[in-house]
């Protein structure tokens, strides 16, 4: 008969930061103990930082508070406060029982647990039930995590189904962890996740939204992505990117819809470019199952699919709960997504591609631009195209920066000086100077303006 055997680790200890053992002394001087556990813990057995500690102790909150000078109460129903410890943040959290999760996400009361042990028996992969004692560092690891991070597996504490009943954010948590940590997830939990998707229902959209979001800060935001889709979990939180599966493009692309976006997503994370061209470049192309169109010679056309895309993107934006701010420049970048320049352009299509563009979106389009081209053959793109188009633009811009109305050498002020009526005539001519300007800057005189606004005021 064979066994499956997992090997057993053999770290015993883990070096614990002089700070955290300045604080487990002031706990023991108290009587109290204290562990670190979660995140740090795994991340230090996997030799990378973590940058925030998470400490579970015997002592309650009010104990906490009285034996240290700064404490803050972050989050007392749940048992937690945070330590401010020499310009340190450290959250405690008494050992923790949770109570029944009626609903599938809170636990319906919090009872604190007799021991570590217990708190850890609560916890959601083997990887985050480890606990370092402190200040010694000497580990304690029931569900054999220090096995499972060695040999990159992500597993429930217990059955996963059980599990994932008491809390459907956990299933995002895995997906999340794999992009995260390059880790696998265990066959049993995937099935469980499988088997009842729905499970996430009851999970606020801003503890979603928290997850994305880490989903697409990490190296390889396809690995959940894809994860989502096998599991059903994008059908239910993205099912505007599930739309684009099988939606083919030949004659352009390698790959269906999704695929490029995956990779052209992928690209700009491994790049380190900003959150919003990560989710832009997810989201690029989410209008073409909208806009396709199959012309007379069999060829799929997605005109102005760059439109129906920012407007997709704008409605998950907000279903997500992001900031305006967040939304209006992905939801631009988007938009902007499909510039072609060629050394045919005039300066002055150059100057209005920048206007519209916004100056400090460029290097964020450029970034785009690259992703998108990487995601058509999933091969380093030749950007002969972007150098071209950004020393056109540099020398452009260096003739002269007009690019609105508070860069023309006039204002209203001069406007009415020279006889022109404050009101939508005035606001009309402005706008026609700077027309005038950006096709030349040479015009950006005070002299040279208010004669062509003599000149328009007369006509109109
Ligand atoms: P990161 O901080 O990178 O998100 P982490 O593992 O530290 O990773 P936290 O959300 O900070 O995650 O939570 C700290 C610890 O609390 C986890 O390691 C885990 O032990 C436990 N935990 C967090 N969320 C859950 C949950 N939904 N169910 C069970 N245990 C959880
Ligand atoms: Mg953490």
Known sequence: MLFAVRAVSKINKIAIPPLLREIAAVFNAHGKQVFLVGGAVRDMLRGTSHVDWDLASDARPEEVMAIFPVVIPTGIKHGTVTIRYKKHSIEVTTYRRDGDYGDGRHPDRIEYASGIEEDLSRRDFTMNAIAAELPGGRILDPYCGRADIENRFIRCVGKAEDRLNEDGLRALRALRFASQLSFDIDEELLQAIKSNPEMIHPVSIERVKLEF??????????????????????????????????????????????????????????????????????????????????????????????????????????????????????????????????????????????????????????????????????????????????DAINSTLAKGRALSLKDLAVNGKDLMQAGIPCGKRMGLILGQLLEAVLDDPDLNTKEKLLEIALAYAGQN
């Open 213 to 390: 979001d880490k989903i697409i800060a990490s190296d390889k935001p396809s690995t959940a992505l894809l994860y989502m889709e096998k599991c059903g979990l994008l059908r239910l939180i993205l099912p505007e990117l599930l739309r684009c599966r099988g939606v083919e493009q030949k004659g352009y692309h390698r790959f269906d819809v999704l695929d490029h976006s995956l990779l052209a997503c992928d690209y700009a994370a491994r790049n380190g470019y900003r959150q919003s061209v990560r989710i832009a470049a997810l989201f690029h192309d989410i209008g073409k199952p909208k806009t396709a169109k199959r012309g007379d010679s069999g060829v799929w056309t997605f005109y102005n699919h760059e439109t129906a895309s920012a407007d997709i993107t704008r409605s998950i934006m907000t279903r997500l709960r992001y900031s305006n701010a967040e939304i209006d420049e992905t939801a631009h970048l988007v938009r902007e997504h499909m510039f072609n320049y060629t050394p045919s352009w005039s300066e002055s299509a150059v100057r209005r591609f920048v206007r519209r563009a916004g100056e400090k979106n460029l290097s964020a389009l450029f970034d785009l631009r690259r992703a998108d081209s990487f995601g058509m053959t999933g091969a380093e793109p030749p950007l002969d195209m972007l150098f071209d188009f950004q």
